[in-house]
């Protein structure tokens, strides 16, 4: 077996044909305990592509970390060819304190490269990107809506990279929406280092939802299979309907404060005009009628029962792209 059929991960040298489960140290507890984010690889003795697959840079999104577990507990990450390595739960620390940041208060999606020398989140960015996404040849990131703010399930993509739009059809989600690289994302940071990245988002923080999860998984199994990587005994169904392509979109905000009743579910596309929700008082006195500004489709909404004038209570397509 030559060098090229090794590979060593955060020390540890995985060959074809191996699996392993690897402690991606991050740090020690103020009572000692370590805290290590296991990453789970699994390579065929027949060589091809690295696929990394990961959830949970924010702690609180839930959703995201089910269906990885799910790739993991049914096998789905074996491949027949290449290697799958999978981090179920990049911020542990959010994970079990249910918080969407690191103890240091910060956003982990907001720190990438990081630093070696610098704050708990930015070292654990560090060392994802040094240690792990160098063997990536191309990343499935799932996230979950935050707040109350339930997510269609969807891709998000940049316009112009044609290899990611054809992926994104593959996957199958209903929505494919094209948004621009956040500054220090651990998505934009893939994108400099020249790794494809699929980011899937869809359901709401705090919760795990089925269809949600459903989605995810049989995406992840469709861009699998279309790389010759899915095992043969899985069986991978279409999506029933072509993804909507949605080029530009806007939130629809609050006018008032209140209780917030939303009529319109998830997915449907509205015209003009077309009464979305509710917003009334407890007393009885008032009742606004939120309306849809254009024609559209609503691909997030604010699930929250009180709301206050401002806030996102609804995501719509303004230009849809094929």
């Known amino acids: 077996m030559s060098e090229k059929d090794i590979f060593e991960i955060l020390g540890v040298k995985v060959a074809l044909g191996k699996s392993a489960t690897v402690s991606f140290n991050v740090a020690k507890l103020h009572t000692q305990n370590t805290i290590d984010v296991p990453v789970i690889i699994e390579r065929s003795k027949k060589p091809g592509p690295t696929i990394l697959i990961t959830a949970g840079i924010h702690g609180d999104e839930v959703n995201g970390v089910e269906i990885v577990r799910q790739i993991i507990a049914k096998g789905i990450n074996k ?17 079990i304190q249910m918080d969407r940041e690191f103890p240091d208060g910060r956003d982990l999606n907001r720190v990438f490269p990081g630093t070696k020398g610098g704050s708990l989140a930015s070292r ?34 940049v316009k112009g990279e ?43 923080s705090f919760n795990i939802d089925n269809t949600i999860t459903n989605t995810g998984v049989n995406g992840a199994k469709r861009v699998l299979n279309h790389l010759g990587m899915l095992n043969s005994k899985f069986k991978v169904s279409q999506p029933k309907k072509s993804g909507v392509f949605i080029s530009e979109s806007k939130w629809i905000r609050a006018k008032y404060s209140g209780m917030f009743n939303p009529s319109i579910r998830i997915n449907s596309f509205v015209t003009k005009d077309d009464v979305l929700g509710h917003i009334t008082d407890p007393y009885g006195n008032f009742n606004h009628f939120v309306k849809a500004p254009n024609d559209g489709y609503i691909f997030n909404i604010n699930e929250s029962p009180i709301i206050y004038q401002g806030d996102a209570i609804f995501h719509i397509s303004t230009v849809l792209k094929k």
Not at 79 to 95: A, D, L, Q, S
């Open 79 to 95: 491949p027949k060819k290449g290697t799958i390595i999978c981090v179920p739960v990049i911020n542990v620390f959010g994970f």
């Open 124 to 157: 654990v960015a560090f060392k994802l990107v040094t240690e792990i996404l160098p063997y990536a040849d191309l990343v499935m990131d799932f996230h979950t809506g935050g707040a109350d703010r339930f997510n269609a399930a969807q891709i998000r993509i």
């Open 162 to 204: 044609k290899n990611l739009k054809k992926l994104a059809q593959i996957f199958g989600a209903p929505f494919v929406l094209y948004s621009k690289h956040l500054n220090k994302s651990f998505r934009g940071t893939c994108y400099k280092l020249g790794i494809p990245v699929l980011l899937f988002e869809g359901g709401k």
